[in-house]
């Protein structure tokens, strides 16, 4: 783990699924995210608590709920946070336009960058086919993902006793079946469209659990990725950068590597 005992400090922040209340959620990995950064502003996008999850099985150690107090306390400290619910905690849709603890429930936002550009800030899930008309065979899905997810952990408990890093078993397949290749492709563009069609200069999403930044005909496509597997967030930086930090690799390298395209006011990390 690195040492940094002061958190960097950002213009904003911008987390998603977390999926509170499961097995999966990298709880710790994610308190440790939060303790070595903060924001004036924090977006939360989505699927932070697994509504569905905690229905079929109750299950919340107190790393979760260390992950909700962190949160509170950073609203308490003076940062703006913004809650934009997904389809795991679509629940809180009924409560849009509410604030729970400092923090601000609403369907989207429109995030300004410090340079002056537009992006849309919403889960994604509205987008998803899927999702909207065969939540059965969503159900299903998510049931098969929560069991690659327990598989993932057993081989994480044996990469740790050989001295190795965190290292996702099901980030590393998504990648590798072509069906879900093509999805993640229609995903990206979907949302671009919607981009496009409300006038702004980019989209910020997550619901995919696919960490990325990169320009999709003209628009900023961002998705913030996830706390199960791949442990990703991005940030804003005070003269309007972006920058995609990849925490599990991050933790585990005294010196990471930064790269961008030149001029693109991106960069992943």
């Known amino acids: 783990m690195l040492d940094e005992p002061e958190p ?3 213009r904003a922040l911008f987390l998603s699924d977390f ?10 990995m994610l308190l440790e995210f939060l303790r070595a950064h903060d924001a004036d502003t924090i977006y939360l996008v989505g699927d932070i608590v697994d509504g569905w999850r905690l229905k079929q099985t109750w299950y919340w150690p107190q790393s979760h709920n260390d992950v909700v107090q962190k949160l509170l306390r950073k609203a308490r400290k003076g940062a703006r946070i913004f809650y934009v619910p997904g389809n795991h905690d679509e629940f809180l849709r009924k409560y849009c336009g ?8 609403l369907e989207s936002v429109i995030h300004e960058t410090a340079d002056g550009r537009r992006f849309l800030v919403i889960h994604g899930d509205v987008f998803d086919m899927v999702v909207r008309h065969a939540r059965w065979l969503a ?3 998510d049931w098969a993902y929560e069991t690659a997810l327990i598989l993932n952990a057993h081989l994480n408990v044996l990469r740790r006793r050989l001295g190795l890093s965190y290292w996702s078993l099901s980030a590393w397949a998504k990648l590798r079946v072509k069906n879900a290749v093509n999805f993640i492709g229609r995903f990206e563009e979907t949302l671009s469209a919607e981009a496009r069609k409300q006038r702004v200069d980019g989209v910020i999403c997550g619901h995919i659990h696919h960490a990325t930044m990169h320009d999709m005909a003209g ?4 998705n913030t990725g996830d706390w199960v597997e ?4 991005v940030v804003e930086h005070h003269d ?5 930090i990849r925490w599990a690799e991050r933790r585990s390298m005294t010196k990471p590597a930064r790269e961008a395209p030149a001029g693109s006011g991106l960069r992943a990390a």
């Open 139 to 141: 159900l299903l899905g």
């Open 8 to 10: 960097r400090r950002f």
């Open 19 to 28: 999926h509170l209340g499961t097995k999966g959620c990298q709880a710790e």
């Open 230 to 233: 791949s442990c990703t967030a």
């Open 98 to 105: 509410s604030h729970f603890g400092g923090i601000e429930v």
């Open 240 to 244: 309007g950068r972006f920058e995609l």
């Open 219 to 222: 628009v900023a496509y961002v």
